[in-house]
Protein backbone atom coordinates (compact mmCIF):
# COMPACT_ATOMS: atom_id res chain seq x y z
CA UNK A 1 0.00 0.00 0.00
CA UNK A 2 1.26 3.47 -0.75
CA UNK A 3 0.94 6.20 1.57
CA UNK A 4 1.37 9.68 -0.10
CA UNK A 5 -0.14 13.18 0.37
CA UNK A 6 -2.04 14.43 -2.21
CA UNK A 7 -0.72 17.93 -4.01
CA UNK A 8 -3.24 19.91 -2.06
CA UNK A 9 -1.85 18.61 1.33
CA UNK A 10 2.16 19.11 0.43
CA UNK A 11 0.45 22.98 -0.73
CA UNK A 12 -0.27 22.95 3.08
CA UNK A 13 2.70 21.40 4.52
CA UNK A 14 4.44 24.54 2.75
CA UNK A 15 2.31 27.31 3.94
CA UNK A 16 2.41 25.86 7.85
CA UNK A 17 6.31 25.49 7.38
CA UNK A 18 6.94 29.34 5.94
CA UNK A 19 4.47 30.37 8.42
CA UNK A 20 6.50 28.83 11.55
CA UNK A 21 9.49 30.51 10.11
CA UNK A 22 8.01 33.90 9.53
CA UNK A 23 6.13 34.13 13.04
CA UNK A 24 7.95 31.81 15.82
CA UNK A 25 10.05 33.93 17.55
CA UNK A 26 13.86 33.17 18.06
CA UNK A 27 13.90 33.02 21.83
CA UNK A 28 10.84 30.51 22.07
CA UNK A 29 12.33 28.34 18.99
CA UNK A 30 15.94 28.39 20.89
CA UNK A 31 13.90 27.36 23.95
CA UNK A 32 12.39 24.35 22.17
CA UNK A 33 16.07 23.36 19.97
CA UNK A 34 17.56 23.40 23.67
CA UNK A 35 14.61 21.39 26.02
CA UNK A 36 14.54 24.67 28.47
CA UNK A 37 11.63 25.15 29.84
CA UNK A 38 9.18 27.01 28.60
CA UNK A 39 7.06 29.68 30.59
CA UNK A 40 3.14 30.50 30.28
CA UNK A 41 4.10 33.69 28.51
CA UNK A 42 5.98 32.11 26.15
CA UNK A 43 2.97 29.60 25.01
CA UNK A 44 0.52 32.59 25.19
CA UNK A 45 2.67 34.61 22.67
CA UNK A 46 2.86 31.21 20.29
CA UNK A 47 -0.78 30.50 21.01
CA UNK A 48 -2.19 34.35 19.97
CA UNK A 49 -0.16 34.34 16.93
CA UNK A 50 -1.95 30.97 15.59
CA UNK A 51 -5.19 32.49 16.96
CA UNK A 52 -4.61 35.91 14.51
CA UNK A 53 -3.56 33.32 11.68
CA UNK A 54 -6.95 31.19 12.66
CA UNK A 55 -4.65 27.92 13.77
CA UNK A 56 -5.08 27.85 17.34
CA UNK A 57 -7.71 25.29 17.38
CA UNK A 58 -7.39 22.62 14.92
CA UNK A 59 -10.22 19.82 15.83
CA UNK A 60 -12.80 22.87 16.08
CA UNK A 61 -15.31 22.80 13.54
CA UNK A 62 -15.56 26.36 11.59
CA UNK A 63 -18.79 27.52 13.24
CA UNK A 64 -16.81 27.33 16.60
CA UNK A 65 -13.63 29.34 14.80
CA UNK A 66 -11.55 26.00 13.91
CA UNK A 67 -9.58 26.39 10.64
CA UNK A 68 -12.35 23.47 9.10
CA UNK A 69 -9.16 21.31 8.19
CA UNK A 70 -8.82 17.13 7.40
CA UNK A 71 -7.58 15.22 9.71
CA UNK A 72 -4.33 14.65 7.21
CA UNK A 73 -3.81 18.43 7.36
CA UNK A 74 -4.22 18.38 11.18
CA UNK A 75 -1.67 15.94 10.79
CA UNK A 76 0.65 17.84 8.86
CA UNK A 77 0.14 20.94 10.84
CA UNK A 78 1.27 19.25 14.43
CA UNK A 79 4.31 18.11 12.18
CA UNK A 80 5.49 21.30 10.95
CA UNK A 81 4.50 23.27 13.89
CA UNK A 82 7.23 20.90 16.10
CA UNK A 83 9.82 20.33 13.35
CA UNK A 84 9.83 24.24 12.61
CA UNK A 85 10.89 24.44 16.57
CA UNK A 86 7.38 25.53 17.92
CA UNK A 87 5.97 24.55 21.20
CA UNK A 88 3.19 21.65 21.25
CA UNK A 89 -0.30 23.29 22.21
CA UNK A 90 -0.57 21.66 25.81
CA UNK A 91 -3.48 23.90 27.11
CA UNK A 92 -6.04 21.61 28.00
CA UNK A 93 -9.25 23.89 27.23
CA UNK A 94 -8.03 23.33 23.39
CA UNK A 95 -7.35 20.30 23.05
CA UNK A 96 -9.66 18.61 25.50
CA UNK A 97 -12.89 20.81 27.22
CA UNK A 98 -13.55 22.64 23.78
CA UNK A 99 -14.05 19.74 21.84
CA UNK A 100 -16.44 18.21 24.77
CA UNK A 101 -18.21 21.96 25.15
CA UNK A 102 -18.40 21.58 21.53
CA UNK A 103 -20.49 18.38 21.40
CA UNK A 104 -22.23 18.31 24.93
CA UNK A 105 -22.11 22.05 26.36
CA UNK A 106 -25.24 24.22 26.34
CA UNK A 107 -25.12 26.86 24.09
CA UNK A 108 -24.68 29.07 27.21
CA UNK A 109 -21.20 27.28 27.98
CA UNK A 110 -20.42 27.57 24.52
CA UNK A 111 -20.88 31.21 24.58
CA UNK A 112 -19.04 31.76 27.66
CA UNK A 113 -16.01 29.89 27.87
CA UNK A 114 -14.78 29.28 24.03
CA UNK A 115 -14.06 32.31 22.84
CA UNK A 116 -11.83 32.72 26.01
CA UNK A 117 -10.30 29.56 25.19
CA UNK A 118 -8.91 30.71 22.17
CA UNK A 119 -8.27 34.16 23.16
CA UNK A 120 -6.04 32.41 25.70
CA UNK A 121 -7.87 34.48 28.28
CA UNK A 122 -8.85 31.04 30.11
CA UNK A 123 -6.01 28.27 31.03
CA UNK A 124 -8.36 25.18 32.03
CA UNK A 125 -6.71 22.63 34.45
CA UNK A 126 -7.90 18.47 33.84
CA UNK A 127 -9.29 17.28 37.27
CA UNK A 128 -9.43 13.79 36.45
CA UNK A 129 -7.09 12.14 38.34
CA UNK A 130 -7.22 11.08 42.21
CA UNK A 131 -4.54 9.46 44.64
CA UNK A 132 -6.09 5.67 43.45
CA UNK A 133 -7.61 6.62 40.57
CA UNK A 134 -5.51 7.64 37.46
CA UNK A 135 -5.60 4.97 35.27
CA UNK A 136 -8.50 3.11 36.67
CA UNK A 137 -10.18 6.45 36.68
CA UNK A 138 -13.83 5.37 37.12
CA UNK A 139 -12.70 4.48 40.72
CA UNK A 140 -12.77 8.45 41.58
CA UNK A 141 -14.02 9.53 45.24
CA UNK A 142 -14.58 13.01 44.73
CA UNK A 143 -18.09 13.63 45.66
CA UNK A 144 -20.66 16.77 44.26
CA UNK A 145 -23.75 17.21 46.51
CA UNK A 146 -26.33 18.80 45.19
CA UNK A 147 -27.95 21.71 47.55
CA UNK A 148 -31.64 21.28 48.60
CA UNK A 149 -32.28 24.11 46.28
CA UNK A 150 -30.90 22.95 43.53
CA UNK A 151 -28.29 25.91 42.52
CA UNK A 152 -25.32 24.52 43.64
CA UNK A 153 -23.16 21.06 43.75
CA UNK A 154 -20.63 21.25 47.20
CA UNK A 155 -17.84 19.30 45.85
CA UNK A 156 -15.46 17.38 47.98
CA UNK A 157 -11.81 15.93 47.04
CA UNK A 158 -8.85 15.71 45.99
CA UNK A 159 -7.37 15.37 42.45
CA UNK A 160 -3.54 15.07 41.10
CA UNK A 161 -1.26 15.05 38.38
CA UNK A 162 -3.26 18.38 37.27
CA UNK A 163 -0.87 19.54 34.68
CA UNK A 164 -0.13 23.29 34.47
CA UNK A 165 -2.97 24.00 37.26
CA UNK A 166 -0.69 26.82 38.29
CA UNK A 167 -1.08 29.18 35.28
CA UNK A 168 -5.07 27.86 35.31
CA UNK A 169 -8.46 30.14 36.21
CA UNK A 170 -10.76 27.15 35.71
CA UNK A 171 -10.93 23.61 35.99
CA UNK A 172 -12.96 20.79 34.06
CA UNK A 173 -13.21 17.77 36.84
CA UNK A 174 -15.03 14.19 37.11
CA UNK A 175 -16.84 14.40 40.35
CA UNK A 176 -19.52 11.61 41.62
CA UNK A 177 -23.21 12.36 42.31
CA UNK A 178 -24.95 9.48 42.40
CA UNK A 179 -23.61 8.44 46.18
CA UNK A 180 -26.01 5.54 46.68
CA UNK A 181 -24.91 2.53 48.19
CA UNK A 182 -25.52 -1.17 48.83
CA UNK A 183 -27.44 -3.01 46.23
CA UNK A 184 -28.65 0.21 44.71
CA UNK A 185 -25.19 1.39 43.97
CA UNK A 186 -24.77 2.40 40.32
CA UNK A 187 -21.76 0.86 38.55
CA UNK A 188 -18.58 2.49 38.72
CA UNK A 189 -18.81 4.34 35.14
CA UNK A 190 -22.15 5.69 36.10
CA UNK A 191 -23.41 8.09 38.73
CA UNK A 192 -20.18 10.21 37.63
CA UNK A 193 -20.75 14.31 36.38
CA UNK A 194 -18.32 16.71 34.39
CA UNK A 195 -18.21 20.02 36.09
CA UNK A 196 -16.66 23.19 35.25
CA UNK A 197 -14.60 24.60 38.51
CA UNK A 198 -13.55 28.12 39.28
CA UNK A 199 -10.08 28.21 40.96
CA UNK A 200 -10.40 31.09 42.23
CA UNK A 201 -13.82 29.63 44.49
CA UNK A 202 -13.50 28.90 48.50
CA UNK A 203 -12.27 25.93 49.13
CA UNK A 204 -9.58 25.44 46.32
CA UNK A 205 -6.19 24.42 47.06
CA UNK A 206 -3.14 24.04 44.87
CA UNK A 207 -0.52 21.91 45.97
CA UNK A 208 2.67 22.24 43.66
CA UNK A 209 4.35 18.59 42.73
CA UNK A 210 7.93 18.72 42.76
CA UNK A 211 9.59 16.53 39.66
CA UNK A 212 12.01 14.43 39.03
CA UNK A 213 13.77 17.08 36.53
CA UNK A 214 13.00 20.15 38.81
CA UNK A 215 9.81 21.41 37.61
CA UNK A 216 6.50 21.89 39.06
CA UNK A 217 4.05 21.96 36.09
CA UNK A 218 2.04 19.09 38.06
CA UNK A 219 -0.51 19.74 40.87
CA UNK A 220 -2.30 18.58 43.90
CA UNK A 221 -5.84 20.72 43.68
CA UNK A 222 -7.72 19.68 46.81
CA UNK A 223 -11.59 20.40 46.45
CA UNK A 224 -13.05 21.35 50.49
CA UNK A 225 -16.62 22.32 50.31
CA UNK A 226 -16.03 23.66 47.11
CA UNK A 227 -19.79 25.54 45.44
CA UNK A 228 -20.08 24.81 41.68
CA UNK A 229 -23.40 26.27 39.74
CA UNK A 230 -25.58 23.77 38.85
CA UNK A 231 -25.15 25.76 34.86
CA UNK A 232 -21.59 24.30 35.20
CA UNK A 233 -22.93 20.82 34.84
CA UNK A 234 -21.53 19.60 31.30
CA UNK A 235 -24.16 17.13 29.58
CA UNK A 236 -26.22 15.00 32.05
CA UNK A 237 -26.31 14.93 35.42
CA UNK A 238 -24.39 11.43 36.09
CA UNK A 239 -23.73 11.34 32.00
CA UNK A 240 -20.06 12.79 32.91
CA UNK A 241 -18.21 9.20 31.84
CA UNK A 242 -19.66 9.62 28.36
CA UNK A 243 -18.01 13.48 28.09
CA UNK A 244 -14.95 11.81 29.72
CA UNK A 245 -14.49 8.94 27.29
CA UNK A 246 -15.13 11.19 24.21
CA UNK A 247 -12.44 13.53 25.73
CA UNK A 248 -9.80 10.82 26.88
CA UNK A 249 -10.58 9.65 23.10
CA UNK A 250 -8.87 12.39 21.39
CA UNK A 251 -6.23 12.61 23.74
CA UNK A 252 -4.82 9.33 23.13
CA UNK A 253 -4.64 10.15 19.63
CA UNK A 254 -2.30 13.15 19.91
CA UNK A 255 -0.52 12.01 22.96
CA UNK A 256 1.33 9.50 20.04
CA UNK A 257 3.52 12.37 19.40
CA UNK A 258 4.68 11.61 16.22
CA UNK A 259 5.93 14.97 15.45
CA UNK A 260 7.33 15.34 18.65
CA UNK A 261 9.24 12.06 18.06
CA UNK A 262 10.59 13.37 14.41
CA UNK A 263 11.69 17.03 16.55
CA UNK A 264 13.72 14.60 19.07
CA UNK A 265 14.88 12.60 16.41
CA UNK A 266 16.69 15.38 14.07
CA UNK A 267 17.79 16.95 17.62
CA UNK A 268 19.41 13.47 18.27
CA UNK A 269 21.01 14.11 14.76
CA UNK A 270 22.37 16.93 15.22
CA UNK A 271 23.80 16.22 18.55
CA UNK A 272 25.51 13.31 16.97
CA UNK A 273 27.52 15.57 14.49
CA UNK A 274 28.08 17.88 17.01
CA UNK A 275 30.13 15.45 19.38
CA UNK A 276 31.60 13.86 16.23
CA UNK A 277 29.60 10.30 16.11
CA UNK A 278 28.42 10.96 12.48
CA UNK A 279 30.46 8.21 11.39
CA UNK A 280 29.52 5.75 14.83
CA UNK A 281 28.33 2.96 12.96
CA UNK A 282 26.43 1.26 16.40
CA UNK A 283 25.15 4.69 17.09
CA UNK A 284 24.21 5.35 13.30
CA UNK A 285 22.45 2.43 13.01
CA UNK A 286 20.63 2.69 16.40
CA UNK A 287 19.16 6.15 15.27
CA UNK A 288 18.02 4.30 11.68
CA UNK A 289 16.49 1.71 14.32
CA UNK A 290 14.45 4.72 15.55
CA UNK A 291 13.40 5.74 11.43
CA UNK A 292 12.26 2.82 10.53
CA UNK A 293 9.77 2.12 13.53
CA UNK A 294 8.93 6.07 13.48
CA UNK A 295 8.18 5.40 10.03
CA UNK A 296 6.08 2.04 10.93
CA UNK A 297 3.99 4.32 13.36
CA UNK A 298 3.40 7.08 10.89
CA UNK A 299 2.10 4.51 8.26
CA UNK A 300 -0.51 3.05 10.64
CA UNK A 301 -1.26 6.59 12.03
CA UNK A 302 -1.59 7.77 8.73
CA UNK A 303 -3.38 4.78 7.56
CA UNK A 304 -6.31 5.04 10.25
CA UNK A 305 -6.74 8.91 8.73
CA UNK A 306 -7.18 8.09 5.04
CA UNK A 307 -10.57 8.53 3.89
CA UNK A 308 -12.84 5.24 4.19
CA UNK A 309 -10.38 3.35 5.68
CA UNK A 310 -11.64 0.91 9.05
CA UNK A 311 -9.80 -0.33 11.71
CA UNK A 312 -10.36 -4.19 12.76
CA UNK A 313 -10.74 -2.88 16.50
CA UNK A 314 -11.44 0.25 16.10
CA UNK A 315 -11.40 1.16 20.08
CA UNK A 316 -7.68 0.33 20.25
CA UNK A 317 -6.59 2.76 18.22
CA UNK A 318 -6.19 5.04 20.31
CA UNK A 319 -4.49 2.91 22.69
CA UNK A 320 -1.72 1.57 20.17
CA UNK A 321 -0.92 4.86 19.08
CA UNK A 322 -0.35 5.71 22.67
CA UNK A 323 1.69 2.75 23.91
CA UNK A 324 4.08 2.79 20.95
CA UNK A 325 4.12 6.75 20.58
CA UNK A 326 5.55 7.52 24.06
CA UNK A 327 7.86 4.35 24.16
CA UNK A 328 9.63 5.46 20.80
CA UNK A 329 10.20 8.79 22.48
CA UNK A 330 11.51 7.38 25.60
CA UNK A 331 13.76 5.50 23.89
CA UNK A 332 14.80 8.42 21.23
CA UNK A 333 15.64 11.00 25.13
CA UNK A 334 17.77 7.90 26.68
CA UNK A 335 19.72 8.15 23.10
CA UNK A 336 20.09 11.72 23.41
CA UNK A 337 21.43 11.46 27.09
CA UNK A 338 23.73 8.81 25.61
CA UNK A 339 25.36 10.92 23.04
CA UNK A 340 25.75 13.74 25.10
CA UNK A 341 27.77 11.41 27.03
CA UNK A 342 29.51 12.29 30.36
CA UNK A 343 28.79 16.29 30.25
CA UNK A 344 25.22 15.60 30.20
CA UNK A 345 25.00 13.75 33.27
CA UNK A 346 25.40 16.33 35.66
CA UNK A 347 22.11 17.82 36.70
CA UNK A 348 21.50 21.75 37.16
CA UNK A 349 17.82 22.80 37.71
CA UNK A 350 19.25 26.12 37.14
CA UNK A 351 20.75 25.64 33.68
CA UNK A 352 17.23 24.83 32.47
CA UNK A 353 16.46 28.30 31.83
CA UNK A 354 17.39 30.90 28.83
CA UNK A 355 18.74 33.25 30.75
CA UNK A 356 20.71 30.87 33.47
CA UNK A 357 23.87 32.34 34.36
CA UNK A 358 27.27 30.89 33.09
CA UNK A 359 28.59 29.49 36.13
CA UNK A 360 25.45 27.68 36.51
CA UNK A 361 25.87 25.55 33.43
CA UNK A 362 28.41 22.56 34.22
CA UNK A 363 27.63 21.62 30.81
CA UNK A 364 27.65 22.90 26.91
CA UNK A 365 23.89 24.96 26.35
CA UNK A 366 23.28 22.15 24.03
CA UNK A 367 23.60 19.56 26.76
CA UNK A 368 22.69 21.25 29.79
CA UNK A 369 18.88 19.92 29.82
CA UNK A 370 19.37 16.18 28.21
CA UNK A 371 19.23 15.20 31.89
CA UNK A 372 16.34 17.10 32.61
CA UNK A 373 14.95 15.97 29.40
CA UNK A 374 15.16 12.38 29.87
CA UNK A 375 14.01 12.51 33.43
CA UNK A 376 10.73 14.26 32.15
CA UNK A 377 10.31 12.09 29.72
CA UNK A 378 9.51 9.13 31.89
CA UNK A 379 6.06 10.57 32.63
CA UNK A 380 4.79 10.07 29.00
CA UNK A 381 4.27 6.15 29.31
CA UNK A 382 2.16 6.91 32.62
CA UNK A 383 -0.24 10.19 31.93
CA UNK A 384 -3.24 10.07 29.25
CA UNK A 385 -3.64 6.57 30.82
CA UNK A 386 -0.61 4.32 32.11
CA UNK A 387 0.51 2.07 29.24
CA UNK A 388 -0.21 -0.98 31.09
CA UNK A 389 -3.83 -0.12 31.18
CA UNK A 390 -3.59 0.64 27.70
CA UNK A 391 -2.85 -2.69 26.73
CA UNK A 392 -5.68 -4.05 28.56
CA UNK A 393 -7.88 -2.16 26.45
CA UNK A 394 -6.49 -3.28 23.06
CA UNK A 395 -6.63 -6.96 24.92
CA UNK A 396 -10.45 -6.85 25.92
CA UNK A 397 -11.12 -5.06 22.70
CA UNK A 398 -9.66 -7.55 20.41
CA UNK A 399 -11.49 -10.71 22.84
CA UNK A 400 -14.74 -8.85 22.04
CA UNK A 401 -14.28 -8.10 18.40
Known sequence: ??????????????????????QLPATIRRKVALGLRLEHADYVTWFNLLETRGWLTPG????????????????????????????RLIASGIQMLGPVLIRYGTPEQKA??????????????????????????????????????GQHFVVNGHKVWTSYAQWCSMMFALVRTDLRTGPEA????????????????????VRPIRMLEGGTDLNEVFLDNVRVPVENLVGELH?????????????????????????????????AAAQGLADDA???????????????????????????QRSAIPKAE????????????????ETLLDIGGPQALPFSAEAQFLDAP???????PELATLAANALDARKLSIYGGSNEVQRNLIAQALLAG
Open 1 to 22: MKLAFSPDDEAFRLEVRAFVQA
Open 60 to 87: WPVEYGGPGWTHVQRYIFDEETLLGGAP
Open 112 to 149: RYLPDIRASRTWWAQGFSEPGSGSDLASLRSTGVLEPD
Open 186 to 205: PKPQEGISFLLIDMASPGVT
Open 239 to 271: KGWGCAKFLLGNERTGIAGIGSCKQQLARAHAL
Open 282 to 308: LLQARLAQFEIELLALESTALRWLAHG
Open 318 to 333: ASMLKIRGTELRQAIF
Open 358 to 364: DDSRVTP
